[in-house]
Every structure is written in structure tokens, then in C-alpha cells.
T-cell receptor
Framework: AQSVAQPEDQVNVAEGNPLTVKCTYSVSGNPYLFWYVQYPNRGLQFLLKYITGDNLVKGSYGFEAEFNKSQTSFHLKKPSALVSDSALYFCAVRGTSGGSYIPTFGRGTSLIVHP | DTEVTQTPKHLVMGMTNKKSLKCEQHMGHRAMYWYKQKAKKPPELMFVYSYEKLSINESVPSRFSPECPNSSLLNLHLHALQPEDSALYLC????????????????FGPGTRLTVT
């Protein structure tokens, strides 16, 4: 069975500082990894994904994520946080064997960016 | 057009009512999903349609009945719900499902906020 762990319920960062939201995964076969953001009273919005190739993936709104196969991690990063980045962030994994193509979501990390 | 639309935005229904949630996408996606989401929790998968056929039912109670009339539309029919069914119901679509689809991201609608009284 595949799984995703987001070890932090909440991440606090000052505006202008770099941010990291952590994600580790477990999956059979090759992992397909995704980050989504959810603003209050809205649906999830796709940020970026890792399929294959470069370990550093760039996405929307200046976000990027680094795939690390040996550590089975896919941490979300941004060099300079904005107050408007405050939201709920979900990491998700999809696999290629059996029923693992169905996305598995992490529990979510609430990012709070302070002015 | 990368938009998934859902109606209504809000719905309040009694435990004896029958109502329907609607979802529409015009991206040509062949996989569509219903999720239930409680506050500050991850979305919980309910149903997956692939090429207009129900491919996954995550042991959802029969008071929830999905329908996919065509490749662009997805409905969720509600009947005799319980207060614990109150949640945000999200529809999503992706370019593929099953073996052809794990590399595709999902596009989510804004959701229907359902309150069961």
C-alpha cells in the first residue's frame, strides 16, 4: 500500500524568508508525486509534479520541489514567502502497480506566513 | 479552459430530502472523481469514473449515488443523509486514470459545502 507523510501540521514563516513544507512517501514502483494548495473555502489547486527527469521541479507561483529518491522525500520550497502563500498544502503520490494509480494524499500542512 | 465547475456552492438539506450535486468539465478528461473533505483534512476518495464507467466505489453508503451522464458531466445524488455527511464535496478530473493515468494531475472544482440538518 502506498502512503504519504507530512510530518508538520503547521509551518510558520516570516514574509520574505524561505519556506519548506516536508513530504515523504512510500509506493511500489515508480512514484508520481504532486503538490496541491487549498485556500479557504476553495478546491485543491495543482502546484507541481514529479514524473521523471530532473530532481528539482518548478511549479506555479514560484514554488519548487526537490525529489530525493534515497530519502523518499519530495519537499516543497519557495525562496521568499508571501503572506498570500498562507494556505493548506497537500502532498500526493500515485503509483503504477495494482490500484496505486489512485492518488493518496498526505494529511496536509497549514502554512502561515507572518507579515 | 482548465476549469471544473460545481453547483450548487452551498446546500442545506434535511435528512429526508433528495438532492443532487453537479460537476462539469470541458477539458476532455476521461477520469472524474468525487471526494468528501472535512475541515482541515485531506480529501477522501468516494468514487472514480473512467471513460464514463464507475471504476471505483470506496465502500460509500448507498445514500450517495453517482452518475456520469456523459464525458463532461458528473452527478452525485443524495438521499436520506445523516448529519455526519456534512462536508465539502469536491469533484475532480484528470486526463487519465488507471495504468495510463498516474502521471496526470487532478483538476478540482471549488466544491459544494453540504450541511445536513
Amino acid at each position: 500500500a502506498q502512503s504519504v507523510a507530512q510530518p508538520e501540521d503547521q509551518v510558520n514563516v516570516a514574509e520574505g524568508n524561505p519556506l519548506t513544507v516536508k513530504c515523504t512517501y512510500s509506493v511500489s514502483g515508480n512514484p508520481y508525486l504532486f503538490w496541491y494548495v487549498q485556500y479557504p473555502n476553495r478546491g485543491l489547486q495543482f502546484l507541481l509534479k514529479y514524473i521523471t527527469g530532473d530532481n528539482l521541479v518548478k511549479g506555479s507561483y514560484g514554488f519548487e520541489a526537490e525529489f530525493n529518491k534515497s530519502q523518499t522525500s519530495f519537499h516543497l520550497k519557495k525562496p521568499s514567502a508571501l503572506v498570500s502563500d498562507s494556505a493548506l498544502y497537500f502532498c500526493a503520490v500515485r503509483g503504477t502497480s495494482g490500484g496505486s494509480y489512485i492518488p493518496t494524499f498526505g494529511r496536509g500542512t497549514s502554512l502561515i506566513v507572518h507579515p | 479552459d482548465t476549469e471544473v465547475t460545481q453547483t450548487p456552492k452551498h446546500l442545506v438539506m434535511g435528512m429526508t430530502n433528495k438532492k443532487s450535486l453537479k460537476c462539469e468539465q470541458h477539458m476532455g478528461h476521461r477520469a472524474m472523481y468525487w471526494y468528501k473533505q472535512k475541515a482541515k483534512k485531506p480529501p477522501e476518495l468516494m468514487f472514480v469514473y473512467s471513460y464514463e464507467k464507475l471504476s471505483i466505489n470506496e465502500s460509500v453508503p448507498s445514500r450517495f449515488s453517482p452518475e456520469c451522464p456523459n464525458s463532461s458531466l458528473l452527478n452525485l445524488h443524495l438521499h436520506a443523509l445523516q448529519p455526519e455527511d456534512s462536508a465539502l464535496y469536491l469533484c475532480a478530473s484528470s486526463q487519465g486514470a488507471r495504468l495510463a493515468g498516474p502521471n496526470y494531475e487532478q483538476y478540482f472544482g471549488p466544491g459544494t459545502r453540504l450541511t445536513v440538518t
